[in-house]
């Protein structure tokens, strides 16, 4: 607020200046005016006593402020003493301050990953490309399959593993790279503490060094090869050196509690498995905010795909105690499970359970895999994932067609680095190379049900 003093000695409030600033209007007012305003004792005392009220007001502003849940993300990274960040897991708090990218509110957690994930960017030497040359177009047909071109990509991701049918389990060899062996340490953004203990509320914390963090914490990482707005990695305990596969219920759970802490339900969490996609064996997740500029429902296309709900048997019912749902796609290029639960703890834990109960089955048979986790739009209070059992990558790629599907491509983000692949793509062709050369088979895909929810 600042004050305006007109030549008639009005006193008029202008709501439209900053608060901070009202004093320096004031003095210019006072300056340019020739009115003698001090010469007259009553507008003295009123002015004595209308400053005296807006100071307590701002002072009372300051302190709402800088003590509630719109904290100050950019204060608090240039103050930390060594730019490092602990984020500490519990409901979302909304950052009240500013708005998404795309103009809808964000939370705490939104602010801090975006704020972070630009400031990289912007220092233009931390990522491989930037994302202004990638083009992007929605398949005719209905599907819905986004077909993007990331010219970035083409020789500069590292190539996923594949290992032969007999290595979907592979312990981490020392000399391969792993996410402690970093080249740019600014790769790194901050430090997630997944918990749903009430008593450790969600916030942002400064610490000194690594080794004041927890034995569950997961470092948060940009991932340099990003596909999209703020993608990152998420790598749970990195000094324990976790292989990629298998994948348990308690890294499972951790992921949801990630994607649960945003606002935004744009923001999407998946991993892949070892042959499924995955170029590091050293376990991490990937999530991102994904571009629904041309998607009006929000949705990709697997996450719209009609499904059937599966009748679970007795193990399986009294794992999830009726807290998680699991369906079957029954129109979709990729065979694909649909698990959904309550967004509580209980509900995030049981959902965990259940996935793994999946993944164990898929060792056992060793069947590669996929998923992908969300927050539905219109359900705000449930928790989505989808989940693609699949065919080992490498094994057709002379008819894949540039494709090289994981979590993302199943989905139906569809990523070719190559400019004749991406004029070229239908829906029809990428249907025809998801269903043939990577989907497990329809014989295949029942067994697995039968065992995954028994």
Not at 2 to 22: E, F, K, Q
Not at 257 to 284: C, E, K, P, T
Request: contains cysteine; glycine residues 6%; charged residues 20%.
């Amino acid at each position: 607020v600042s004050l305006g003093l007109p030549v008639n000695g009005t006193i008029v409030m202008d709501t439209n200046h900053n608060a901070r600033n009202y004093a320096t209007g004031l003095q210019q007012t006072l300056t340019e005016t020739s009115i003698p305003i001090f010469n007259n004792k009553s507008v003295s005392r009123y002015l004595v006593i209308l400053l005296s009220t807006l100071g307590a007001w701002l002072l009372i502003y300051l302190l709402l402020h800088y003590t509630s849940g719109a904290t100050n993300i950019t204060f608090m990274i240039s103050t930390c003493p060594s730019s490092l960040l602990q984020y500490r897991a519990g409901r979302p708090q909304l950052y009240k301050e500013s708005p998404t990218r795309y103009g809808r509110p964000q939370s705490l957690f939104d602010h801090l990953v975006l704020t972070l994930w630009d400031e990289r960017m912007g220092q233009g030497d931390v990522f491989k490309y930037r994302l202004d040359a990638t083009q992007r177009r929605l398949a005719s047909g209905g599907m819905g399959f986004q077909i993007e071109f990331n010219p970035g990509r083409a020789g500069r991701r590292r190539k996923p593993l594949r290992p032969d049918k007999s290595a979907l389990i592979q312990p981490i060899r020392p000399e391969d790279f792993n996410f402690n062996k970093l080249s740019n340490p600014r790769e790194k953004l901050f430090v997630f503490a997944p918990s749903t203990s009430t008593s450790s509320p969600a916030g942002v914390h400064c610490v000194k060094s690594v080794q004041e963090l927890g034995a569950s914490d997961f470092l948060v990482l940009v991932n340099i090869n990003a596909i999209d707005y703020g993608h990152v990695l998420l790598v749970p305990r990195p000094n324990d050196l976790i292989p990629q596969s298998p994948l348990k219920s308690d890294m499972i759970e951790a992921s949801l509690l990630f994607i649960f802490q945003s606002s935004d339900w744009r923001f999407r969490i998946g991993y892949n498995s070892l042959g499924a996609g995955a170029s590091v064996n050293h376990m991490h997740f990937q999530a991102w905010y994904f571009d629904d500029s041309l998607n009006p429902s929000g949705l990709q296309p697997a996450e719209e795909a009609p499904a059937k709900k599966i009748k679970l048997g007795p193990q399986i019912s009294g794992l999830t105690r009726g807290l998680v749902t699991v369906k079957e796609t029954t129109n979709y290029p990729v065979r694909s499970l649909v698990y959904e639960s309550h967004r509580s703890a209980d509900g995030i834990r049981r959902l965990s359970h259940a996935i793994q109960r999946c993944i164990d089955v898929c060792i056992k048979k060793d069947i590669r895999h996929n998923f992908l986790a969300s927050l539905p739009k219109n359900e705000k209070d449930k928790i989505r994932v989808m989940f693609f059992p699949r065919q080992p990558e490498g094994l057709n790629d002379e008819e894949s067609y540039g494709i090289s599907p994981a979590f993302p491509e199943f989905s139906g983000k569809i990523i070719f680095v190559d400019q004749e692949g991406y004029n070229n793509a239908t829906q029809n062709s990428i249907s025809k190379v998801l269903t043939d050369n990577f989907s497990v088979s329809q014989s295949v895909f029942q067994e697995l049900i039968a065992e995954c929810v028994a």
